[in-house]
């Protein structure tokens, strides 16, 4: 391979999370101001007029721009999923707001195994010693991990889809343990969003660390000890349980 031929290949490697990176650090500065509850509160009006008289164009365009949000990781996914609550209320604001959110996390994950994932687990595989036992580790302990930084809010989300990608999780797994695992927090979030209607007549602002709280946090993490108790298993009988 020649060096133009390797410097294309470099290109096309590395270009989609570049491209990523570049509009995740524009729209940081661009975006912060637009996406944000003030404006959501300064154009409710707007929205609901529109939403009641395109609600299937509403939802698609509302869906894309969730994906979007997380795909390029762009400011502002907590406002999304407050707004998706408020446009569409609890039940069909969660559903639209996990899917947009498990297909914009996809768009991360592959780019950065495209770019980096692959080449990082060839040289896992060839390796031995230390780096091979915790390979293994991870290897026999997928689902479990995958699930426990999903439902552990003090893991960020963009890192939660590095994770994987880096440690060539398969995409079903990744995409399964995405959906299934930000449902809970995506459930809290989505149902201030669904009373946002009463917040904005008080003239307050929604509390987003209701999270924290320990009647939503406790059980959260209850799901969280669950999900590593397969791990918790295998330490204790010595048993290889298969998760495939």
């Known amino acids: 391979m020649n060096q133009t031929e390797t410097e294309k290949s470099a290109i ?12 995740a ?7 912060r101001d637009y996406l944000s509850f003030e404006t959501l509160r300064d154009n409710r009006e707007a929205l609901i007029a529109f939403r009641d008289g395109n609600f299937v ?20 996914a907590a406002i999304a999923t407050l707004t998706g609550g408020f446009l569409f209320g609890t039940v069909l604001g969660v559903a639209v707001n996990v899917t947009g959110a498990t297909i914009g996390a996809t768009l991360i994950f ?9 080449k990082l687990k060839a040289r896992m595989d060839g390796s031995d010693g230390r780096v091979s036992k915790i390979r293994k580790g ?13 439902l552990v809010p003090a893991v960020p989300f963009f890192v939660a889809n590095l994770i994987p990608a880096l440690l060539a999780v398969p995409l079903h797994r990744f995409v399964i343990s995405t959906f299934l695992g930000i449902i809970p927090g995506s459930v809290v979030y989505t149902s201030v969003g669904a009373g946002l209607g009463t917040v904005f007549a008080r003239g307050e ?3 987003l660390g209701i999270i924290f709280e320990p009647h939503i946090l406790l059980p959260i993490l209850g799901l969280c000890a669950l999900s590593l108790l397969p791990v918790g298993l295998k330490a204790v009988t010595g048993k290889k349980e298969l998760l495939k």
């Open 205 to 207: 602002t929604p509390d």
């Open 25 to 31: 650090a524009v729209g940081a500065f661009a975006l």
């Open 57 to 76: 164009l509403t939802v698609a365009v509302f869906l894309l721009a969730y994906v979007l949000i997380v795909g390029f990781s762009l400011p502002g």
């Open 138 to 150: 991870i290897d026999e302990n997928q689902w479990s991990m995958l699930f426990f930084i999903r």
């Open 12 to 23: 096309a490697r590395y270009g989609p999370i570049a491209i990523i990176a570049v509009v």
């Open 110 to 118: 592959l780019a950065a195994r495209f770019g980096l994932g692959q």
